[in-house]
């Protein structure tokens, strides 16, 4: 008779399906976009190689770096946030947008590369010989080239 | 019955004018009511006229040889026979009808059900054979209850008119005829907890898996069809005589509607049960029904 109330229930309490634009409630731990901060971030790769759905790319350059995410091809694994030793990547606790075209939420920064730190004596402090800000440019999205 | 008499009831009413509007509403209101009842919206209102539709302009892959021209007669002859057996039900008072045809309506419900499992084998799929051999099994195991069924409430009648039958007074027997064939009818209509032979996850749907286009379109419009003809069945058993038309015409739609909300909430508060259960609660339990039927039709001759 469990199963009658249940039918009950839902015939008189409403469909548990939203209708667009509304979106579900996440969770705490929910892994959303791909969030990346320049300013920590060292250029080793690593999220580059762990991608396994390559929604990561990763350009070397001269004095400095192109790094690019595609939430369209992103699982959402966080495998890449897992592996950042620098943390500079995060994953938001939100639903991504929704959107309309191809490569719309694709975004790409070129980050200026980090003098390496100096093989000196340990008494030296580490901050002072990192440099104060790297050279960020954010380029916005151009409809993805892979 | 006169020619006109009888082409008016198979094409305009209940025949086919009625009968796949109908056809399209009963399968849209199952499917909206499984979904209500399990918290989904469910599909728009026109949903199946669309699949429809949407089906007839879609191409079939193509096919030779007598296999080929069989896949493509087996829907039509289904569609044909359901729209005739809605065109046999007695809806409308002083309809006429003939003696016998009754025995003409159980023949006509039962051939939709042969092209099913005649479609499976034809299509040559592993799937649609295991779809055949299921509708088989299940066709044999529920037709005793559903015939003994309906033949005890005629003998007790001593006649094989629907006319007469729609026109009886309420009885024991009678309930208990209709119990019986409420018991077949989830399984006469493929659905839970008696959805075997066309289980979607386990053998995709069957024999219907290697139909396309307008083939299957023709498959839903008899599927459909059955649905009136199934619960207008029962509902013509139920419905008190009355005399005026279209009065009559809207206790049989009302009767029908509610028949197919139950049937809906049936398959929404079931699992699809195994075949061996399933051919184990018909011959065991429902042929109780049968039996009391029949031994009650006896009697009831007997005293008269």
């Known amino acids: 008779m469990n199963i009658l109330t249940m039918l009950w229930k839902n015939l008189w309490g409403g469909s548990r399906t939203l209708r667009f634009p509304l979106r579900p409630k996440v969770t705490q731990r929910y892994r959303g976009l791909v969030q990346f901060d320049p300013e920590l971030c060292t250029g080793c790769a690593i999220c580059k190689f762990r991608c396994t759905s390559r929604a990561i790319t990763y350009q070397a350059g001269k004095g400095e770096f192109t790094w690019s995410y595609d939430p369209g091809q992103c699982t959402f694994c966080g495998r890449c946030v897992e592996g950042c030793k620098a943390h500079a990547l995060s994953q938001e606790s939100a639903c991504p947008p929704i959107y309309l075209h191809s490569g719309e939420l694709k975004k790409t920064y070129t980050v200026a590369r980090r003098a390496p730190a100096p093989k000196t004596a340990p008494a030296v402090p580490k901050a002072a010989a990192t440099p104060a800000s790297p050279k960020l440019a954010e380029t916005p999205a151009t409809g993805g080239t892979q | ?304």
Not at chain 2, 80 to 100: D, E, H, I
Not at chain 2, 164 to 171: D, F, H, I, T, V
């Open chain 2, 1 to 304: 019955m006169n020619m006109t008499t009888a082409l008016a009831r198979l094409l305009i009413f209940p025949g086919i004018l009625f009968a796949v509007p109908a056809a399209w509403f009963f399968l849209w209101v199952e499917r909206k009511a499984v979904a209500l009842m399990q918290g989904r919206i469910g599909p728009p209102f026109m949903q199946p006229f669309y699949d429809f539709v949407k089906l007839l302009g879609k191409d079939t892959p193509p096919r030779s040889g007598i296999a080929g021209g069989l896949m493509r007669a087996w829907p039509l002859i289904a569609v044909s026979t359901a729209a005739g057996a809605v065109g046999l039900l007695p809806v409308l008072p002083a309809s006429g009808g003939f003696q016998g045809d009754l025995i003409l309506l159980l023949a006509l419900l039962e051939v939709p059900s042969i092209c099913i499992i005649a479609a499976g084998f034809s299509s040559r799929s592993l799937f649609g054979e295991i779809g055949s051999a299921r509708e088989a099994v299940l066709s044999v195991s529920y037709n005793v209850v559903f015939l003994l069924a309906i033949v005890s409430v005629a003998a007790s009648q001593h006649t094989f008119r629907l006319e007469a039958l729609a026109q009886m007074p309420p009885s024991p027997l009678l309930w208990l005829g209709i119990l019986a064939i409420l018991i077949c009818l989830p399984a006469k209509l493929h659905l839970n907890p008696f959805s075997l032979p066309n289980a979607e996850q386990e053998i995709y749907s069957g024999p219907m898996v290697e139909f396309a286009g307008p083939e299957l379109a023709m498959w839903e419009l008899s599927h459909g069809l059955e649905w009136v003809a199934a619960t207008g069945l029962v509902a013509t058993l139920i419905a008190p005589h009355i005399t005026l038309w279209w009065a009559a015409a809207i206790v049989f739609v009302a009767l029908s509607f509610g028949i197919v909300l139950l049937l809906s909430a049936i398959a929404a508060a079931t699992a699809r049960l195994a075949i061996d259960t399933t051919v184990r609660f018909y011959w065991q339990c429902t042929l109780i029904f049968a039996v009391l039927a029949v031994s009650s039709a006896l009697f009831m001759r007997l005293r008269s």
